[in-house]
């Protein structure tokens, strides 16, 4: 999730959209895991955990987000979430409380993903890793390369004609 989060937030910030941004790690981009600016644009690690051990709230809960990146729904805390569709059930009720002009980019081969976005009120895209497939309606990474500072990544949808080569240093 921190990696996830650092990504975002330097894409953003390279775009010249200076993002607020809080992670639960730190980020090596950026002089420390919080940062507070006046941008439309910010940049939050999604924590499931309960905001007090009292109170079954989990933190992303009060986050109230328009955008919503999901890479692995597994469960975990068990103290906290003692069945697995307990820990299941909180990231659904989050996917629903998403406005409907919202967006979730959602990784498929995760069955409880798959379950989770269909109750989205928003649009979902969905996205492949390296080497996995995914139905026609979803992006994958077909290449990964990397020489000296540079990486390079293809992204293609079949269903929209789409295949970009991506460089990065």
Request: negative net charge.
């Amino acid at each position: 999730k921190t990696t996830t989060t650092a990504l975002l937030a330097w894409i953003l910030e390279k775009a010249n959209y200076d993002p607020s941004y809080m992670a639960g790690g730190i980020l090596k981009n950026f002089p420390d895991g919080v940062r507070s600016t006046n941008s439309n644009w910010s940049v939050v690690e999604g924590d499931e955990y309960p905001f007090d051990l009292g109170s079954p709230q989990p933190k992303f809960n009060f986050y109230h987000p328009r955008y919503l990146l999901l890479t692995g729904v597994e469960w975990d805390h068990m103290d906290v979430y003692k069945t697995e569709q307990s820990f299941i059930d909180v990231f659904a009720e989050l996917v629903r409380g998403l406005p409907s002009d919202g967006l979730v980019v959602a990784r498929v081969n995760d069955t409880n993903i798959e379950t989770i976005v269909k109750q989205s009120p928003c649009r979902v895209i969905k996205f492949a890793g390296l080497g996995t497939q995914t139905d026609t309606s979803g992006y994958i990474i077909t290449n990964i390369g990397r020489q000296a500072d540079l990486t390079e990544l293809t992204i293609e949808n079949q269903q929209a004609g789409f295949s970009e080569k991506f460089e990065t240093s």
